[in-house]
């Protein structure tokens, strides 16, 4: 059973920032191509961002230019820089690998006052 765990979100006000970090309790980790996902109330789960084991990136155009995805193989962990917040950016955060294989976990919650 793998377990995803994300952390570090938290309420900022528009034009702030956060990281998120989402840890994989899975050693096959680093070959998978992860992404951060969202989901905002009433509104279904959308991807967000993905990024390869080798370091590729692909960025939804809502994102582009604010948010920056990472990974550290060693840690099996990625991470989500997110600069330039906006109120439209409030949700719930979660990683999954791309397309989705695993369960998810809790999420993290990021609300962006304005």
């Known amino acids: 059973q793998v377990q995803l765990v994300e952390s570090g979100g938290g309420l900022v006000q528009a034009g702030g920032s956060l990281r998120l970090s989402c840890t994989v309790s899975?050693?096959?980790?680093?070959?998978?191509?992860m992404g951060w996902y969202r989901q905002a109330p009433g509104n279904e789960r959308q991807l967000v961002a993905t990024?390869?084991?080798?370091?590729?990136?692909y960025y939804v155009d809502s994102v582009k230019g604010r948010f920056t995805i990472s990974r550290e193989n060693a840690k099996n962990t990625v991470y989500l820089q997110m600069n330039s917040l906006r109120p439209e950016d409030t949700a719930v955060y979660y990683c999954?690998?791309?397309?989705?294989?695993?369960?998810w976990g809790q999420g993290t919650q990021v609300t962006v006052s304005s």
């Open positions: 999954n690998t791309h397309p989705i294989l695993w369960s």
């Open positions: 990024i390869t084991g080798g370091g590729f990136t």
């Open positions: 899975r050693s096959s980790f680093s070959i998978r191509v």
